[in-house]
């Protein structure tokens, strides 16, 4: 009991903050610290790099005004329709490689070789395809998703437990009952692991089409800021665009997590 109380006493307290925090803090103040000095130091041209201070009003303005979350809503259902369009198509080509070694061997190289290739190159082809409405944008981002869910959900499916697969055959599982029941619950991980990649690059290709041919969108709006040299509006918008990325990565990830600990 002594022993115990001795210990106890001896303990180090933990810090209310981790010294990670601590870093990541430093780092951050450390960057707006640089910003602010480049804003003022004349290094660069005039209002390239603009001061927090001008960013900061220029966000309250953006934000305060309705013709932006139009723009937005306009962006955010291009891009979920991509990522919805591109992630079940990329679910049902990896499964169907990942199920079939014939299939993998004849036709996962191309995706290699083509998931790599920016997809913008093909903006031309989708604008003969579907106009220079919605609908190029959508097929963008949808090509741009599908990639890295379908070699993800490949590579998952070869990773699955050799048991599992037996148990459901040997219960005589229909290819959908093997689909749902066995499959996709086991590569939960890799499944979350490509929508989130997918996410981010059909954000990129939806973003890259709507600077090159839109009169709507975020896309539009930051390249307009930046035709007229209103480079605190632009900034402001990337931020923005910054935050609900980051915040979108991060919801993906937590509805993994959640439905990992509900399957526990």
Same mark, same amino acid.
């Given at each position: 009991?002594?022993?115990?109380?001795?210990?106890?006493?001896?303990?180090?307290?933990? &810090?209310?903050?981790?010294?990670?925090?601590?870093?990541?803090?430093?780092?951050?103040?450390?960057?707006?610290?640089?910003?602010?000095?480049?804003?003022?130091?004349?290094?660069?041209?005039?209002?390239?790099?603009?001061?927090?201070?001008?960013?900061?009003?220029?966000?309250?303005?953006?934000?305060?005004?309705?013709?932006?979350?139009?723009?937005?809503?306009?962006?955010?259902?291009?891009?979920?329709?991509?990522?919805?369009?591109?992630?079940?198509?990329?679910?049902?080509?990896?499964?169907?490689?990942?199920?079939?070694?014939?299939?993998?061997?004849?036709?996962?190289?191309?995706?290699?070789?083509?998931?790599?290739?920016?997809?913008?190159?093909?903006?031309?082809?989708?604008?003969?395809?579907?106009?220079?409405?919605? @609908?190029?944008?959508?097929?963008?981002?949808?090509?741009?998703?599908?990639?890295?869910?379908?070699?993800?959900?490949?590579?998952?499916?070869?990773?699955?437990?050799?048991?599992?697969?037996?148990?459901?055959?040997?219960?005589?599982?229909?290819?959908?009952?093997?689909?749902?029941?066995?499959?996709?619950?086991?590569?939960?991980? &890799?499944?979350?692991?490509?929508?989130?990649?997918?996410?981010?690059?059909?954000?990129?290709?939806?973003?890259?089409?709507?600077?090159?041919?839109?009169?709507?969108?975020? @896309?539009?709006?930051?390249?307009?800021?930046?035709?007229?040299?209103?480079?605190?509006?632009?900034?402001?918008?990337?931020?923005?665009?910054?935050?609900?990325?980051?915040?979108?990565?991060?919801?993906? @990830?937590?509805?993994?997590?959640?439905? @990992?600990?509900?399957?526990?």
């Amino acid at each position: 009991m002594a022993t115990t109380d001795r210990l106890t006493r001896t303990a180090a307290p933990e &810090p209310l903050v981790s010294p990670v925090t601590l870093l990541r803090i430093a780092i951050i103040l450390a960057v707006l610290a640089i910003w602010e000095f480049l804003a003022h130091s004349g290094l660069l041209y005039r209002d390239v790099v603009p001061s927090l201070l001008a960013i900061g009003k220029a966000l309250f303005d953006l934000l305060s005004h309705g013709d932006y979350y139009f723009n937005l809503g306009v962006t955010a259902a291009e891009i979920g329709t991509a990522l919805l369009i591109g992630g079940v198509s990329g679910i049902a080509v990896g499964i169907l490689l990942g199920a079939n070694r014939f299939l993998s061997k004849a036709f996962e190289g191309y995706l290699y070789y083509l998931g790599p290739t920016p997809k913008i190159i093909f903006f031309p082809i989708m604008i003969m395809w579907f106009g220079v409405g919605p @609908g190029s944008k959508i097929a963008l981002g949808t090509l741009s998703c599908f990639f890295p869910v379908a070699l993800s959900v490949a590579a998952g499916m070869r990773q699955i437990d050799k048991v599992l697969i037996r148990v459901g055959k040997s219960f005589r599982a229909s290819t959908w009952q093997m689909i749902t029941k066995i499959y996709l619950p086991a590569m939960r991980h &890799p499944i979350i692991n490509g929508i989130r990649l997918g996410l981010g690059v059909a954000l990129i290709g939806t973003l890259l089409a709507e600077t090159k041919l839109s009169n709507k969108g975020i @896309g539009f709006l930051i390249i307009n800021a930046y035709s007229t040299f209103d480079m605190p509006r632009m900034y402001a918008m990337l931020i923005v665009l910054f935050v609900l990325a980051i915040g979108a990565n991060a919801l993906v @990830g937590r509805f993994g997590g959640l439905e @990992g600990i509900k399957r526990t």
